[in-house]
């Protein structure tokens, strides 16, 4: 951290304060939510590693300790649990309705306009007291997951999965996505990724929940932000992108007659070559390892071909080390296990965001609950004195 930090050149100008493009290794605001231990290792979740809740939290437990900073007790587990099974239940159906005019494109379109609908049902007054913030969190929480579901399955399988309040949050929400009743392994599998997801710091989306929070806008439409934010394929898009590249390698493998964990390495070589990135490798704060990706490859392990691709995996983790210096990241490992859960590429996004959407209600109420408007000044360099002219007389050589 303090090697980070004496990299930062900050520089004054007139009295004000300039900082690195990017906002690289600089510190924005503090937060109690997540965020890289002192020591530079390891994300840390409200005091835990981010791999220790990922392995063994719930998706109830873990949401519990995202908004309230520590983990439930049973009877409060059970009535987050009611809640948020309630609500999953009851997206307002105009909103489905709504779902249903949207054209064919990326489901995360289908987010940030699904989310903003919500707003406009939930939220026309909004109001900063605490016990209604935590509601209206509950609410996003449980039915961001639904308005992506349903969005997509209207849109490319011509029908509209109904969520069961009967059923476990991730196991619903993974039977929705695939049309099909998952096995129990399966829903652990999807679940314990959903919490790996939850929270990274400041990161580009956060910040923008960040960002819109502190004009106190209403939540709804700071998570359609924070869904917009991570949409960009540098932030949220690279599981779908590793995943495209993971089935190029299986096609080009195939017809080289090649077995596909030999074959990634020439592959791998020949993109490096050309100066291209390989999706699902480097991070910000990750220098030698992820310690999510342990966890994710547990599951792998534990699903359809799951030796196969943790040979695939390894292997390439072997060629971009020693080629590189660079470890795999989260994204990789989820692209593999999503796929292995017949997920759709395009909703590999959008899951990361179900579980994101726990990570910003936080940071939301967290920035709300001791707000100042976040608005940087900016240095203009753009020419100065110019003096307007009529249409007639402008554009004359
Ligand atoms: C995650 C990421 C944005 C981190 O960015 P960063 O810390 O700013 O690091 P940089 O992009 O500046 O990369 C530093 C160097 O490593 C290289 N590098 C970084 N990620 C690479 C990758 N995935 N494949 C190949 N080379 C990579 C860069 O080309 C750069 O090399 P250079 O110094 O010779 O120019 C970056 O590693 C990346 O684009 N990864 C691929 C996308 C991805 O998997 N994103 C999910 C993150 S969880």
Wanted: charged fraction near 25%; aromatic fraction near 12%.
């Amino acid at each position: 951290m303090n090697n980070q930090l004496s990299k930062v050149e900050c520089k004054t100008e007139n009295g004000y304060i300039v900082v690195p493009k990017g906002l690289v290794n600089v510190i924005v605001d503090k937060t109690e939510i997540s965020g890289v231990d002192p020591k530079g290792e390891h994300t840390i979740y409200r005091g835990y590693t981010i791999d220790d809740i990922g392995a063994n939290a719930s998706f109830y437990e873990a949401t519990y300790l995202f908004l309230k900073g520590r983990l439930p007790c049973e009877d409060e587990l059970r009535e987050l649990k009611k809640k948020i099974d309630y609500w999953r239940g009851r997206v307002p159906e105009k909103v489905f309705d709504a779902l249903r005019y949207a054209p064919k494109t990326h489901p995360m379109f289908y987010g940030s306009y699904g989310v903003a609908l919500l707003g406009q049902y939930y939220a026309p007054e909004w109001s900063f007291d605490l016990d209604s913030l935590y509601e209206h969190a509950i609410r996003v929480i449980a039915q961001l997951p639904v308005i992506f579901a349903a969005g997509w399955n209207l849109a490319y399988n011509g029908y509209l999965p109904r969520p069961d309040p009967g059923l476990d949050h991730a196991y619903d929400v993974l039977k929705m996505i695939i049309g099909r009743e998952p096995s129990k392994i399966e829903a652990r599998a999807f679940e314990s990724t959903l919490v790996l997801y939850m929270d990274h710091g400041f990161n580009a989306s956060t910040f923008t929940v960040r960002v819109i929070a502190s004009t106190l806008s209403d939540l709804y439409s700071a998570v359609a932000g924070g869904i917009s934010a991570l949409k960009g394929p540098l932030h949220g898009g690279a599981n779908e992108k590793a995943m495209e590249m993971l089935l190029e390698v299986r096609e080009k493998a195939e017809k080289a007659g090649k077995p596909m964990e030999d074959y990634i390495e020439e592959y791998i070589l020949d993109k490096l070559s050309r100066k291209e990135k390989i999706m699902g490798f480097g991070h910000r704060v990750y220098k030698v390892h992820d310690p999510r990706t342990d966890v994710a490859a547990r599951f792998i392990a534990q699903l359809e071909d799951g030796d196969f691709w943790l040979r695939v995996l390894k292997r390439a983790e072997e060629v971009m080390w020693r080629e590189k210096r660079l470890p795999a990241n989260i994204d990789f490992y989820t692209a593999v296990l999503y796929y292995q859960l017949g997920i759709p590429i395009p909703m590999y996004t959008p899951i990361f965001a179900m579980g994101r959407v726990v990570g910003w209600s936080s940071h939301y109420i967290e920035q709300v609950s001791d707000n100042k408007i976040i608005r940087p000044t900016e240095k203009y360099v753009g020419p100065t004195g110019l003096k307007y002219k009529p249409l007639e007389e402008r554009c004359k050589a």
